[in-house]
């Protein structure tokens, strides 16, 4: 009875143990399991790519936030405030003595002329500080735009003259809209009767908006409506011409060397590492060697492109540097062997065949360091670049700024139309830098081999 029972329970047990899977069965199971795992692995993807999608819509979002900013505060500067009036030229005022002495023409006193004439035109305004309101709604340019026409055509001594002149920065802000006329006369730079004076000379056309062209003519100033930018882009390409012809071929005759001559030892090796960190070093610490070395040992004229392309040259050499080597390195082995194997020299082998073909790329690279070197600030701070300059100079060692130095001058200033001048500044400098790595990518595309 018992073992009755007892084949009967194994019976029943192996009965109800799982029938094992077939082949199939297996590679089914299997297909569905790789199945999830692409699912997981396509989804990851499909994450990864929106995440990327969505960094790049950030990035583009906030450069055209970036642009949009600069170019909508910048685009007033390029328009100004001016008023025709008619000027008497008494000979007594000008040139007494009626010699037509240039000197005594340059030195005569313009305002008075130019005063009577704007006051004739309000002849109900008496005091002495409505008339000190009333002259200040017309730029102290004024006298020396007056001047200029003398000189050039002294026979205009004696005559009544019409003259085009810019009225003051305020005045200016009011007639593009940044001044309002609603906001409480205490809390903006124009009085009411000043509103009201500019109002009655535009009822008589007098005043007109025209193109700035002071502002890409003139050095910099404290008036706003007559500050420019010339003066800084002089400085700054005398001094890309300072650091081009000292980088330049310090730069590829360094890599030429390294790459090409140079043997492979601790030496050459310790000269690579230290060029690469240099290219990294922060530009203020060039700005302090500058400091040190070009203006307190040799005794080099403080706030000159010399000094400042002298500096940048020493910044951009790394860049170049690296650049040039990639660009030798790039040129195929074969080209070497079949020259030396043709029975050039060395030297013939580098100059005759592997640098033309590296040509671009050290060009390329060339004019990348340059872009970077137009765009420092920190470094020429350091050498007296910053100085209020207002003259244009006329060669290396004249008095100079540079664009970036001139902006960060003219967003320090408190004055409302220095922040236009700025913004508008800055579109100029990006214009120049946009175009110079677009020369960049055109010159290697356009000598590009590839092999």
């Known amino acids: ?11 029943n047990q192996t009965n109800a143990s799982p029938k094992p899977k077939s082949q199939g069965q297996r590679q089914a199971a299997a297909m569905a399991a790789v199945q999830k795992g692409l699912k997981k692995r396509y989804a990851a993807e499909r994450r990864f790519q929106a995440y990327g999608i969505a960094a790049i819509a950030f990035a583009a979002a906030c450069l055209i936030l970036l642009f949009s900013t600069i170019i909508g505060k910048g685009i007033p500067a390029f328009t100004k405030t001016d008023i025709v009036f008619e000027v008497t030229l008494f000979p007594q005022d000008i040139d007494p003595t009626g010699e037509r002495d240039p000197q005594v023409l340059s030195t005569a006193d313009y305002r008075k002329p130019i005063r009577q004439a704007f006051g004739d035109l309000f002849p109900d305004v008496t005091g002495r500080s409505d008339k000190r309101k009333l002259h200040a709604i017309i730029s102290p340019g004024a006298v020396f735009t007056l001047r200029d026409m003398v000189m050039s055509n002294p026979d205009l001594i004696g005559q009544r003259v019409t003259i085009t002149v810019p009225m003051s920065d305020d005045i200016d802000q009011f007639n593009k809209g940044h001044i309002l006329q609603e906001s409480p006369e205490s809390e903006r730079r124009v009085s009411d009767k000043q509103i009201a004076w500019f109002e ?3 009822s008589r056309g007098m005043i007109e908006t025209s193109f700035n062209t002071t502002f890409f003519t003139a050095g910099d100033s404290r008036e706003p409506e007559l500050a420019g930018i010339w003066g800084a882009l002089t400085g700054s390409f005398f001094t890309m011409i300072v650091t081009l012809i000292l980088s330049f071929p310090l730069a590829v005759g360094a890599a030429i060397y390294l790459e090409e001559f140079a043997p492979k030892n601790k030496l050459t090796a310790f000269i690579e590492v230290n060029i690469n960190n240099l290219a990294a070093v922060p530009s203020i610490v060039y700005g302090l060697l500058g400091l040190a070395v070009f203006l307190t040992f040799f005794g080099l004229p403080r706030s000159a492109p010399l000094v400042g392309g002298m500096v940048l040259s020493l910044m951009t050499l790394p860049t170049i540097i690296i650049a040039s080597r990639a660009a030798l390195k790039a040129v195929p082995p074969s080209i070497r062997e079949a020259a030396l ?14 640098l033309p073909l590296a040509m671009p790329g050290i060009l390329t690279g060339t004019i990348i360091g ?30 100079a700024t540079v664009m970036p130095v001139q902006i960060y001058l003219w967003s320090d200033s408190p004055e409302r139309a220095f922040t236009e001048r700025t913004s508008a500044a800055i579109m100029v400098l990006l214009s120049f830098l946009i175009m110079m790595n677009a020369l960049a990518v055109i010159l290697r595309k356009r000598f590009e081999r590839k092999w």
């Open 200 to 202: 009655r000379l535009e």
């Open 341 to 354: 194997g043709m029975g050039a020299s060395r030297v013939q082998c580098v100059f005759h065949h592997v």
């Open 370 to 399: 340059m872009a970077q070197a137009l765009g420092e600030t920190a470094p020429l701070l350091m050498i007296g670049m910053v100085a209020f300059v207002v003259d244009i100079p006329g060669s290396i060692t004249d008095p």
């Open 1 to 11: 009875m018992t073992d009755t029972t007892m084949n009967g329970a194994s019976h």
